[in-house]
Nanobody
Framework: QLQLVESGGGLVQPGGSLRLSCVGS????????IGWFRQFPGKEREGVSC????????NYADSVKGRFTISRDNAKNTVYLQMNNLKPEDTAVYYC??????????????????????WGKGTLVTVSS
């Protein structure tokens, strides 16, 4: 069974850091673009950051540029989202998703969550003092 499993969420104070991990289970992530998305209560999921299959291309939402970094370790079948200088407005459920389409740009991945093929169940990030 193909699954994505997120971990690393939790409660952190403003200005703090967290690193989210997304592990592929039942399939290798090497060939797929991966995106991190988040969802606020009552809102649609939005793209946070996306990375191409070889890690050569990345995309970030304007709200997280300079604070978040996406990376991947294909040997560990894992994609990471390092989140620094967290703000209360970053509080959300964070999901990773895989894009099985062969020629999708990272901009297109992040801009259209509904085009992603596999989703994890999400991990909650709460930024609060």
């Amino acid at each position: 069974q193909l699954q994505l499993v997120e971990s690393g969420g939790g409660l952190v104070q403003p200005g703090g850091s967290l690193r989210l991990s997304c592990v592929g289970s039942g399939f290798t992530l090497d060939y797929y673009g991966i995106g991190w998305f988040r969802q606020f209560p009552g809102k649609e999921r939005e793209g946070v950051s996306c990375i191409s299959s070889n890690g050569g291309s990345t995309n970030y939402a304007d709200s997280v540029k300079g604070r978040f970094t996406i990376s991947r370790d294909n040997a560990k079948n894992t994609v990471y989202l390092q989140m620094n200088n967290l703000k209360p407005e970053d509080t959300a459920v964070y999901y990773c998703a895989a894009d099985l389409r062969p020629h999708t740009t990272v901009q297109a991945m992040c801009g259209s969550p509904r085009g992603m093929d596999y989703w994890g169940k999400g991990t909650l990030v709460t930024v609060s003092s």
